[in-house]
């Protein structure tokens, strides 16, 4: 059984940065790929981006693309999701979630990730 644990989200301006990490127990998070997802009041739950297992490839929604950058370090079983210029539309909760063990490639289903974390506000005022 895999635990996450995200930390970092608060309140910032529209324009600001923010970081937010996602640990994680265990002794097969280099065997996971990770993924981020958000979810605003009201609305399902969006896929964000995602990281391979060894941090060699990255893919992201969108909407964040060019904006967000999400990284990996197997060594200290973290990952992270850089968010630059947010903007009031990126108010959600954050989740991070591990995929299925050993697999490539996960997708944009939240149907794919076998793990997830209790999730970290972030707010964006305009």
């Known amino acids: 059984q895999v635990q996450l644990v995200e930390s970092g989200g608060g309140l910032v301006q529209a324009g600001d940065s923010l970081r937010l990490s996602c640990a994680a127990s265990?002794?097969?998070?280099?065997?996971?790929?990770m993924g981020w997802f958000r979810q605003a009041p009201g609305k399902e739950r969006e896929f964000v981006g995602r990281i391979s297992r060894s941090g060699s490839s990255t893919y992201y929604a969108d909407s964040v693309k060019g904006r967000f950058t999400i990284s990996r370090d197997n060594a200290k079983n973290t990952v992270y999701l850089q968010m630059n210029s947010l903007k009031p539309e990126d108010t959600a909760v954050y989740y991070c979630?591990?995929?299925?063990?050993?697999?490539?490639?996960?997708?944009?289903?939240?149907?794919?990730?076998?793990?997830w974390g209790q999730g970290t506000q972030v707010t964006v005022s305009s």
């Open positions: 979630a591990a995929g299925r063990l050993d697999t490539l490639l996960p997708g944009r289903r939240a149907t794919e990730y076998d793990y």
């Open positions: 265990g002794r097969t998070f280099s065997r996971h790929a």
